[in-house]
């Protein structure tokens, strides 16, 4: 919980960083490819270190690069410019019922109950927190998108627990750093960086009237809500379950929106501060869904020694919901 927390709060960060950098001149693609380029980067030497996954597992890695991260980024950024942002948000973090969804009606896998009011209740409230009633001229492509973004979302979820288990476990390292690889190659054609607006990053930009290097902002969109965001959550996700990690994701819209009224003078309203706790609360009570909760689901067998070499939940065995599962 304590991962799945950190991730949340690493990906919802990352707002309040690249606004200024958007402000500044550089457009939101082009710093979707800054921040996916330079965690490759920063990732590169897992990729040689973990070069048998491109043979055992080359499905995963392209899966994880073309929905949990090329898919969520561009299908978002493509969402916003057609529809108001907190109508994209919102159908984006429907990815939490599309989880229990996958689980329930493709896995054919029961489901807690306190999942399934977590995900209602965490949806009701980011309705609040995005004050979805204040813009609703909305056209059918830009739904299409956001909702494109909410299904890419499910894939990161699902992916990242995909292969925790078993003999041929794959290391979450190496499935971040390929996917980010994948990903790299995949926005380098939508967004063509060659037409970036470069000297920006040599620059400053303005945080709410304080005046901050661009390359520093940059350094935090990628390492703090990319490879910290990535690592913690998907390790997150392998110790929980895909529902309730996916349910805890929609703390990072209140997240966001904290931080920008701290950071960026962008206030909240009453709404949305009802909105954030009732958000909270989803989390909380989906929490209780988490292994180890009851015993209702059979038991699953555990592997001696996971292949990987990462430590699971001991009480992964008996988890009351599915683990089929950012980015």
């Not at 979302?153 to 390929?178: E, K, N």
């Not at 994948?182 to 960086?193: E, F, H, S, W």
Request: charged letters at 10%.
């Amino acid at each position: 919980m304590a991962l799945a927390l950190l991730a949340a709060f690493a990906f919802g960060a990352s707002g309040v960083a690249a606004k200024p950098l958007i402000e500044a001149g550089l457009e939101p693609l082009h710093v979707t490819w800054l921040r996916v380029a330079g965690a490759a980067l920063v990732m590169l030497p897992l990729v040689w270190r973990h070069r048998s996954l491109v043979r055992r597992r080359p499905a995963l890695l392209a899966g994880f690069g073309l929905l949990a991260v090329a898919g969520v980024q561009a299908c978002y950024f493509a969402a916003i410019s057609r529809i108001p942002v907190g109508v994209a948000l919102l159908i984006e973090y429907l990815a939490p019922a599309l989880v229990l969804g996958w689980v329930r009606f493709v896995q054919k896998r029961p489901v807690s109950r306190a999942a399934v009011v977590g995900v209602v209740l965490a949806v009701g409230g980011l309705a609040c927190v995005v004050e979805v009633w204040s813009g609703l001229g909305v056209d059918a492509l830009g739904l299409a998108l956001a909702l494109g973004a909410a299904c890419c979302q499910v894939g990161y979820f699902v992916l990242s627990d995909h292969g925790a288990d078993g003999a041929d476990a794959v290391h979450p390292l190496g499935v971040i750093a390929y996917g980010l690889l994948v990903g790299t190659v995949v926005l380098t054609v939508i967004a063509r960086p060659w037409e970036m607006d470069w000297p920006v990053l040599g620059g400053s930009a303005s945080m709410n009237g304080t005046d901050v290097p661009a390359v520093l902002l940059l350094a935090w969109i990628v390492l703090i809500s990319t490879v910290v965001a990535y690592l913690t959550g998907v390790v997150s996700i392998r110790r929980l379950s895909p529902q309730v990690a996916g349910v805890v994701a929609c703390l990072e819209a209140v997240i966001a929106i904290v931080l920008a009224w701290v950071l960026l003078g962008e206030h909240l309203s009453a709404p949305q501060v009802i909105g954030g706790a009732v958000v909270l609360a989803g989390a909380l009570i989906a929490q209780s869904a988490t292994p180890g909760a009851s015993g209702a689901a059979p038991a699953r067998p555990e592997a001696a020694e996971p292949a990987d070499g990462v430590p699971r939940n001991p009480s992964d065995a008996t988890a009351a919901t599915a683990e089929p599962d950012r980015g």
